[in-house]
């Protein structure tokens, strides 16, 4: 059985951080792109940042570019996500999940679709 966890969430202030690990099971990661997408109560899941096979391609999303970091350790089978400066519109339920491609896709790699082996997910809050 392949799957994801997430783990690393849970409350933290404004302009605090956390550290975020999707560590998969079942299959090695190192043949894979990884994306962490995020979703808040009523609102549509989106791509937060994502991370080639090799850790030598990364995008974010602009509403987290110079705060958040993704990285990968193919030896743990494991790819994070360090969230700095957080605020309180960064709550949400945080989920990795695989491409499968070495590369994420160009333009479409916020957009939860063609993705496979979602994570059951972490959920971040940010409130003081």
């Known amino acids: 059985q392949t799957q994801f966890v997430e783990s690393g969430g849970g409350l933290a202030q404004p302009g605090g951080s956390l550290r975020l690990a999707c560590t998969a099971s079942?299959?090695?990661?190192?043949?894979?792109?990884i994306t962490w997408f995020r979703q808040a109560p009523g609102k549509e899941r989106e791509g937060v940042s994502c991370i080639n096979w090799n850790g030598g391609l990364t995008n974010s999303a602009d509403s987290v570019k110079g705060r958040f970091t993704i990285s990968r350790d193919n030896a743990e089978n494991t790819v994070y996500l360090h969230m700095n400066s957080l605020k309180p519109e960064d709550t949400a339920v945080y989920y990795c999940?695989?491409?499968?491609?070495?590369?994420?896709?160009?333009?479409?790699?916020?957009?939860?679709?063609?993705?496979?082996?979602w994570g059951q997910g972490t959920q971040v809050t940010v409130s003081s």
């Open positions: 079942g299959f090695t990661l190192n043949n894979y792109a």
């Open positions: 999940a695989r491409y499968p491609s070495f590369d994420p896709p160009v333009l479409e790699w916020g957009t939860p679709v063609g993705y496979e082996d």
